[in-house]
């Protein structure tokens, strides 16, 4: 990390890019009302840290230890206050802002009618972003893959279904990107990139969805520690795109016998990611549970513990749909579960009096 003096120019913040590309590394230039720093993207054991912090304009040159770095609460604490949490807007919601966001829709875009009866039950009902799968990571070939799988014409058609249901309700719109040939047409047509629990350690994956410049939903692998999903994040802030929603969506259960639950909501980890990171944190109960009965709970847990926003996946008829109608809730209970989840986060979220 290269902190610049106060009043540096811009002249000597391009120097100090170009020395640095000299020796290999990439520079993430963040700019604070009156300071400049340069994080170093790139092998750091190659990096001549006394001869950049020799260079005109330059204050410091330090190492940083961690793995991540560029979306660390460390890294904004030189020009502007850490505690500050990072907001994404995405046309006229803010994620991270004064209220929770509530991303909901089917696990799976089925058709034209499914998506739009679910749109606007969702809408009525409070949510504020709309979501549905195309492209479904389903563990077994013989399972229905989502209308993407089709054919390139199919995944084209459903994502305009998406994007038109989104313009209908005034919802951005979410989808999952399962790999790096799907990049370029999704984002054509949806708001926010989502990158699947299973897809968390594609590199080239997050690397392509990073430079598309828009929001990324990206979500927690099942197996993966904290610090592993922080370290994977990175890769798409390397990538000059800081819009990282983190999102928890469980993990593997242990022992023997029956879970009762499809993985284990680690609330923990929602306060324990804020503390390392300004990026927003949202929860999925959904797919951490695996079934709606517990949905209501879990999400009002969610929010105390400390999310920003839930996703949850909702359908007008559970018993019928394609993929995950175990875990999907009705529209009123979906209803329900914002307003209780409103009510937790205005007491959770009460200024602390300064005595
Ligand atoms: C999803 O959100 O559609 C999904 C498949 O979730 P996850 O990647 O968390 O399993
Ligand atoms: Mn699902």
Redesign the pocket.
């Known amino acids: 990390m290269i902190i610049m003096k106060t009043g540096a120019t811009q002249e000597q913040v391009d120097n100090v890019l170009r020395e640095i590309a000299k020796f290999g590394f990439r520079g993430d230039v963040s700019q604070g009302e009156y300071k400049t720093i340069i994080g170093l993207i790139g092998d750091e054991r190659k990096a001549p840290f006394d001869h950049f912090a020799a260079l005109p304009g330059v204050k410091e040159a330090i190492p940083v230890e961690t793995p991540y770095k560029l979306i660390s609460r460390e890294y904004t604490k030189v020009f502007k206050d850490p505690s500050v949490d990072k907001q994404i807007k995405v046309g006229q919601v803010t994620i991270g802002g004064s209220k929770p966001v509530y991303i909901a829709g089917p696990?799976a875009v089925e058709s034209k009618d499914q998506l739009l009866r679910i749109a606007e039950g969702v809408k009525k009902a409070g949510a504020h972003i709309l979501r549905g799968?195309v492209f479904k990571?389903r563990s077994s070939v013989h399972s229905f893959q989502g209308l993407g799988a089709k054919d390139w014409k199919n995944a084209e058609e459903a994502l305009k279904w998406l994007q038109d249901a989104g313009a209908a309700f005034e919802m951005p719109v979410v989808t999952?990107v399962r790999g790096e040939n799907q990049v370029d047409l999704i984002a054509e047509y949806v708001d926010i990139l989502?990158i699947?629990?299973?897809n968390m350690y594609d590199q080239d994956l997050l690397m392509a969805v990073g430079r598309k410049k828009k929001p990324v939903l990206f979500?927690r692998h099942f197996g993966a520690g904290i610090e592993e999903f922080l370290s994977f994040a990175e890769y798409i802030a390397a990538e000059n795109n800081k819009n990282i929603i983190m999102c928890e969506?469980g993990i593997i259960p242990m022992g023997k016998g029956k879970s009762y639950t499809r993985y284990v909501l680690d609330l923990g980890s929602v306060p324990a990611i804020k503390k390392e990171t300004y990026l927003p944190v949202i929860v999925?109960p959904s797919?951490a549970l695996g079934r709606s009965d517990l949905i209501f709970n879990m999400s009002c847990a969610s929010i105390a513990a400390g999310a920003v926003g839930l996703m949850i996946e909702v359908h007008y008829d559970p018993a019928e749909a394609l993929v995950d109608g175990a875990q999907s809730i009705l529209p009123a209970e979906l209803e329900r579960t914002i307003k209780a989840c409103n009510s937790i986060h205005a007491v959770v979220n009460q200024p602390r009096s300064k005595k």
């Open positions: 696990c799968g990571p999952e989502q699947g629990a299973r979500k969506r999925d797919h």
